[in-house]
C-alpha cells in the first residue's frame, strides 16, 4: 500500500526556516517524481515544485513564488522527501502536502501538515 | 502563469441529477508532445486531493464512470452524471503544461 506521510510542520516567526518531511512507503521511492503542494486555509492548491525520478537525474524545478527560498530534496536510501524552507512569510501560512506523480497525475496525496509562520 | 478559471464557484445539484463544471485556460494547454495535461481533482472535507482524471478524459483507477473529463485546447470540463453523496467535496482543475503548473480556484459541489 502507498503511504505518503508528512511531519516537521508547526509554529514558525517571520524569516525563520523550517524542514518538512515525507516518508513514502509502499512503492519503489526512486522511479517517481515527487511533488510539494501548498494550501492556504480555505484557498485553491500551489504547486511549489517538483523533485524528478533517478532516471531523471533528480533534479529540481519550482515555481518562482518560493524559488530561492524554498529547496527540494529527497534521500532515496530512507524513502525520504524532504522541503527546506528559508525566510518564511506571513503568506507561507498554509497545509502542505507531498504527491507522488506518474504520467496519470498525482495519484497518491500525504495527510498534509500545517505551517504557520507568525510572531 | 497559466489561469484556469474554474465555473461556477459553487454548484447545488439533487443527488441523481448531473453537475457540469467548466475550467478555461489563459492558454493552450496542448503541450508540444501532442498530450494536454489538464486534470481534474477532488478535495473531500478534511481530506486531501484525490485525482479524478488526467490528460483531459481518462479516468484514474478506480473513479467510477459517472465521471467524464472533456475537452481541449482551452476550453474542459468535467461532468459528473447521477451525483452521489461522496461526490461532494471541491473540485479543482490542474494544468501540467505550462511551468509553473497551476490550479483553479475550484467548484465547491453541494448535495440538495
Known sequence: EVKLLESGGGLVQPGGSMRLSCAASGFTFTDFYMYWIRQPAGKA??????????????????NPSVKGRFTISRDNTQNM???????????????????????EGMDYWGQGVMVTVSS | DVVLTQTPVSLSVTLGDQASISCRSSQSLEYSDGYTYLEWY???????????????SNRFSGVP???????????FTLKISRVEPEDLGVYYC??????????????????K
Open chain 2, 42 to 56: 477532488l478535495q473531500k472535507p478534511g481530506q486531501s486531493p484525490q485525482l479524478l482524471i488526467y490528460e483531459v
Open chain 1, 81 to 103: 522527501l524532504y522541503l527546506q524552507m528559508n525566510t518564511l512569510r506571513a503568506e507561507d501560512t498554509a497545509t502542505y502536502y507531498c504527491a507522488r506523480s506518474t504520467t
Open chain 1, 45 to 62: 492548491p500551489e504547486w511549489l515544485g517538483f523533485i524528478r525520478n533517478k532516471a531523471n537525474g533528480y533534479t529540481t524545478e519550482y
Open chain 2, 94 to 111: 490542474f494544468q501540467a503544461t505550462h511551468d509553473p503548473f497551476t490550479f483553479g480556484s475550484g467548484t465547491k459541489l453541494e448535495i
Open chain 2, 65 to 75: 464512470d459517472r465521471f467524464i473529463g472533456s475537452g481541449s485546447g482551452t476550453d
